[in-house]
T-cell receptor
Framework: DVKVTQSSRYLVKRTGEKVFLECVQD?????MFWYRQDPGLGLRLIYF???????EKGDIPEGYSVSREKKERFSLILESASTNQTSMYLC???????????FGPGTRLTVL | AQKITQTQPGMFVQEKEAVTLDCTYD???????LFWYKQPSSGEMIFLIY??????QNATEGRYSLNFQKARKSANLVISASQLGDSAMYFC???????????FGSGTKLNVKP
């Protein structure tokens, strides 16, 4: 079974703090993704990566950066957290032979 | 630009009945993939079913089937014989041929009544 894990289920941070969200997959997938989920808006793509050290902006990259130093790990970084970044963050990795994304359990981030 | 539209924010269905969740999409790509995901209250996203744009037959997975109408650009999910455990949010998604980006609809919250 594919397993995607995220470092925290719940996180509370203060405005201006630097925040790291970690995602790890155990299936040697090349493509990994970070989304945020907000009520009524569905999932919106922040960044994705198609290989180590390779990244591309999604639809809402402003205020975020990412790091992919190892194939299994894809990190989302909020350089200076703001209250409008309070959201559910979902990581996913793609199994290419079935064209299926597998998601982690999500991190609910609250920025005070 | 790619766009996914789910027009039903919430739906109710009686247990054991069938239900259709609507999804329309907008793309200029000739080759693309369509997906449905289920998100229970626990939050995890569960893959349900996939349809490729060149697949001539509608995809089926157990009680789930995807009613794919390419000319209308619709990809409705049909759940047969609803169960209480089907109560969840359902998301329609699309990816262009390169599978580097996935686009999601806003979701439909399904409630199955006993």
């Amino acid at each position: 079974d594919v397993k995607v894990t995220q470092s925290s289920r719940y996180l509370v941070k203060r405005t201006g703090e630097k925040v790291f969200l970690e995602c790890v997959q155990d299936m040697d997938h090349e493509n990994m993704f970070w989304y945020r989920q907000d009520p009524g808006l569905g999932l919106r793509l922040i960044y994705f990566s198609y290989d180590v050290k390779m990244k591309e902006k999604g639809d809402i990259p402003e205020g975020y950066s990412v790091s992919r130093e190892k194939k299994e790990r894809f990190s989302l970084i909020l350089e200076s957290a703001s209250t409008n970044q309070t959201s559910m963050y979902l990581c996913a990795s793609l199994q290419r032979n079935t064209d299926t994304q597998y998601f982690g359990p999500g991190t609910r981030l609250t920025v005070l | 630009a790619q766009k996914i539209t789910q027009t039903q924010p919430g739906m109710f269905v009686q247990e054991k009945e069938a239900v259709t969740l609507d999804c329309t999409y907008d793309t200029s790509d000739q080759s693309y993939g369509l997906f449905w995901y289920k998100q229970p209250s626990s939050g995890e996203m569960i893959f349900l079913i996939y349809q490729g744009s060149y697949d001539e037959q509608n995809a089926t997975e157990g009680r789930y089937s995807l009613n794919f109408q390419k000319a209308r650009k619709s990809a409705n999910l049909v759940i047969s014989a609803s169960q209480l455990g089907d109560s969840a949010m359902y998301f329609c998604a699309m990816t262009p041929n390169n599978f580097n980006k996935f686009y999601f609809g806003s979701g439909t919250k399904l409630n199955v009544k006993p």
